[in-house]
């Protein structure tokens, strides 16, 4: 998912419960996550190659980090374990063809809006779920000047990241769904996150609660 949908994201889903200063935080360890260092040989980070166990534990441990890091007092580290599990969680909605499947399953585009999609809370169960295959040189070719359009056509195979991505609205109508499950499993995460921390008895440190008042 390019940089600006997942700050989007990020940003809806947490209004409300973080303090700007934490927000940046969380964005900023969300976007890290596209550095060159972390995307190539790390499908488990952005949901590529159909590595929804190693997503899913990715995640987990992710999670744990932001447990951990509290306990021990460090709201930063927790707000930036925290970024980049919101990272792999929207990237899975970019990358897999969930939302595809969703939309088939309701009898197509003209049945369904996106208000309506459901989140996949197991990749792991899901049969036909699949997600793109990152291969560096076809993220090169199709950027391309003037030659990026014939590659995609011509060169790019239909399982490839590059052929099945839904990273910005150009990539057709399962964008806005790819936006809204995303957003939505984005704020479950947050609800995930918080009662793992309740049961720690550390919520209170991580959310600002008076953000949270209705
Ligand atoms: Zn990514």
Redo the contacts with the bound molecule.
């Keep these: ?1 390019d940089a600006r949908y997942h700050v989007e994201i990020t940003r809806q889903a947490l209004a409300g419960h973080l303090d700007e200063a934490a927000l940046h935080v969380v964005v900023r360890a969300n976007l890290g ?2 550095r060159l260092t972390k ?1 190539v040989g790390h499908p488990e ?2 949901f590529d190659d159909s590595a929804f166990a190693a997503g899913e534990a990715y995640i987990a441990d992710q999670r744990r980090q932001a447990v951990a890091a509290l306990e021990r007092n460090d709201r930063t580290a927790a707000l930036a374990a925290f970024g980049r599990l919101l ?1 792999g969680r929207q ?1 899975f909605y970019a990358h897999s063809n969930w939302v595809a499947l969703w939309v088939a399953s309701r009898g197509g585009l003209a049945h369904c809006s996106p208000d309506q999609v459901e989140i996949c809370l197991d990749p792991r169960l899901v049969p036909q779920l699949i997600s793109g295959v990152g291969v560096p040189w076809h993220f090169i070719a199709v950027r391309v000047p003037l030659l990026g359009r014939l590659a995609r056509r011509t060169l790019i195979p239909a399982d490839s990241h590059e052929a099945m991505n839904l990273d910005h609205p150009g990539r057709g109508p399962l964008f806005p769904f790819a936006m809204a499950a995303a957003l939505q499993h984005s704020r479950l995460e947050l609800e995930l996150l918080l009662s793992s921390l309740r049961a720690a008895g550390t919520a209170m440190i991580l959310i600002d609660d008076s953000l949270s008042a209705p």
């Design positions: 998912m996550q596209d995307l980070i952005h990272h990237d």
